[in-house]
């Protein structure tokens, strides 16, 4: 069935585009809600007296994306990420993980939008990331990925276990007898001193 979008929508097109789409799809979901309208002699008329208006929105958006690319060519993110030793990061910088930097930055891209090689970055090392734009527009950012080592804690000493019943026993005895043998001590020695 073809329709003429209404809206831009980011799966199917932009406003004023005819498209092809499953009857089912157009009748329970763009048509309800406004997103599209049927093709026909009549709402063919009505967008093509919006035409001006469509396409100076168009090349707003154009002109919006070209400013947009030259702030993001000079742009050079780091990131600082934990790694082990050998420059391999715990997990993964991904396009979220872009998206939010850039949001600190102060630009508003969808993580949809970003593109990196391999789908993920996975070592400490500088990479780049595309990021398509409008139409056929896209920025290449530099992203710099920082090890930080985890500083792992040293193994706990070994401390002396509680002690049970019979480690106290065998060392009341011990004790007994170390006694006994100093009161033997002690008293051979007075007798000697005596004599």
Same mark, same amino acid.
Request: hydrophobic share 35%; glycine share 8%; aromatic share 4%.
């Given at each position: 069935?073809?329709?003429?979008?209404?809206?831009?929508?980011?799966?199917?097109?932009?406003?004023?585009?005819?498209?092809?789409?499953?009857?089912?799809?157009?009748?329970?979901?763009?048509?309800?809600?406004?997103?599209?309208?049927?093709?026909?002699?009549?709402? %063919? +008329?009505?967008? !093509?007296?919006?035409? *001006? @208006? $469509?396409?100076?929105?168009?090349?707003?958006?154009?002109?919006?994306?070209?400013?947009?690319?030259?702030?993001?060519?000079?742009?050079?993110?780091?990131?600082?990420?934990?790694?082990?030793?050998?420059?391999?990061?715990?997990?993964?910088?991904?396009?979220?993980?872009?998206?939010?930097?850039?949001?600190?930055?102060?630009?508003?891209?969808?993580?949809?939008?970003?593109?990196?090689?391999?789908?993920?970055?996975?070592?400490?090392?500088?990479?780049?990331?595309? %990021? +398509?734009?409008? !139409?056929?527009?896209? *920025? @290449? $950012?530099?992203?710099?990925?920082?090890?930080?080592?985890?500083?792992?804690?040293?193994?706990?000493?070994?401390?002396?276990?509680?002690?049970?019943?019979?480690?106290?026993?065998?060392?009341?005895?011990?004790?007994?007898?170390?006694?006994?043998?100093?009161?033997?001590?002690?008293?051979?020695?007075?007798?000697?001193?005596?004599?």
């Amino acid at each position: 069935m073809k329709v003429i979008l209404n809206k831009d929508l980011a799966t199917l097109g932009e406003e004023g585009d005819v498209k092809e789409v499953a009857r089912g799809y157009a009748r329970n979901y763009l048509f309800p809600r406004g997103i599209a309208l049927p093709y026909t002699p009549k709402t %063919i +008329k009505v967008i !093509e007296a919006r035409r *001006a @208006e $469509i396409e100076a929105r168009k090349e707003q958006k154009r002109m919006d994306a070209r400013s947009l690319k030259e702030k993001l060519d000079t742009l050079e993110l780091s990131i600082t990420m934990p790694a082990g030793a050998n420059g391999k990061l715990y997990g993964a910088v991904t396009n979220q993980t872009i998206a939010d930097e850039l949001t600190k930055n102060g630009f508003q891209v969808e993580r949809k939008r970003i593109e990196i090689a391999g789908g993920g970055i996975k070592n400490v090392g500088k990479f780049k990331a595309v %990021i +398509k734009l409008y !139409e056929n527009q896209s *920025a @290449e $950012i530099s992203v710099t990925i920082i090890g930080q080592e985890i500083k792992t804690e040293a193994p706990p000493q070994k401390s002396q276990r509680p002690r049970g019943r019979r480690n106290e026993r065998q060392e009341e005895k011990e004790e007994a007898q170390g006694a006994s043998e100093t009161s033997a001590e002690v008293s051979a020695e007075t007798s000697q001193s005596a004599e």
